[in-house]
T-cell receptor, first 113, second 115 residues
Framework: QKEVEQDPGPLSVPEGAIVSLNCTYS??????FMWYRQYSRKGPELLMY????GNKEDGRFTAQVDKSSKYISLFIRDSQPSDSATYLC?????????????FGTGTRLKVLA | DTGVSQNPRHKITKRGQNVTFRCDPI?????LYWYRQTLGQGPEFLTY????????KSRLLSDRFSAERPKGSFSTLEIQRTEQGDSAMYLC?????????????FGPGTRLTVL
């Protein structure tokens, strides 16, 4: 079993829809939770960075962390065709020294105009 | 542009050749990471530098791989005697010296194709 599980999709939604992307994890030592957006053949772009549990909102994006369920989510409101990309969740432990990230496989999202 | 830069962006080589990639982190970022990403997968950690010290290496980093960060600024990743299985995107990320924070900012990657 992988430490971080993420449905690879693809997920297709109409423009304007609310998108929900999720990851589950098994390592209870994870304390930092990140979401990246990656366009084809480009580097990952940091969207959201959260520490421990709770919600964080930034524009159309909301990140949620539920440590009791080992489950994180990213919501995209009013989705646009330009949001079509692969969304990667990443996690790391606090106090591990390196803070290396463990990534999910990524979910491919397509927003249809 | 003050982001992470990587060169070259693309590299095609024949099996058995040596290749070297360069990463220039964001100015004043003392932490630098290398990851490898294959098609349909998320990035996988390879190695980590804090300033010039290489503090962790993944077991993915075979003895054909070596990374350096000689002056704590740019870093190089060398692959010797390349194999077809080395074909991947090699990503570099950097992180600022903020206690308790590890936001990592990625470069555009170097795409390696081994023929």
């Amino acid at each position: 079993q992988k430490e971080v599980e993420q449905d690879p999709g693809p997920l297709s939604v109409p423009e304007g829809a609310i998108v929900s992307l999720n990851c589950t994890y098994s390592n209870s030592a994870f304390q930092y939770f990140m979401w990246y957006r990656q366009y084809s053949r480009k580097g990952p772009e940091l969207l959201m960075y959260t520490y421990s549990s709770g919600n964080k909102e930034d524009g159309r994006f909301t990140a949620q962390v539920d440590k009791s369920s080992k489950y994180i989510s990213l919501f995209i409101r009013d989705s646009q065709p330009s949001d079509s990309a692969t969304y990667l969740c990443a996690m790391s432990e606090r106090g591990s020294g390196t803070y290396k990230y463990i990534f999910g496989t990524g979910t491919r999202l397509k927003v249809l105009a | 542009d003050t982001g992470v830069s990587q060169n070259p962006r693309h590299k095609i080589t024949k099996r058995g050749q040596n290749v070297t990639f360069r990463c220039d982190p964001i100015s004043e970022h003392n932490r630098l990471y290398w990851y490898r990403q294959t098609l349909g997968q998320g990035p996988e950690f390879l190695t980590y530098f804090q300033n010039e010290a290489q503090l962790e290496k993944s077991r993915l980093l075979s003895d054909r791989f070596s990374a350096e960060r000689p002056k704590g600024s740019f870093s190089t990743l060398e692959i010797q005697r390349t194999e077809q299985g080395d074909s991947a995107m090699y990503l570099c990320a950097s992180s600022p010296p903020v206690a308790g924070s590890n936001e990592q900012f990625f470069g555009p990657g170097t795409r390696l194709t081994v023929l």
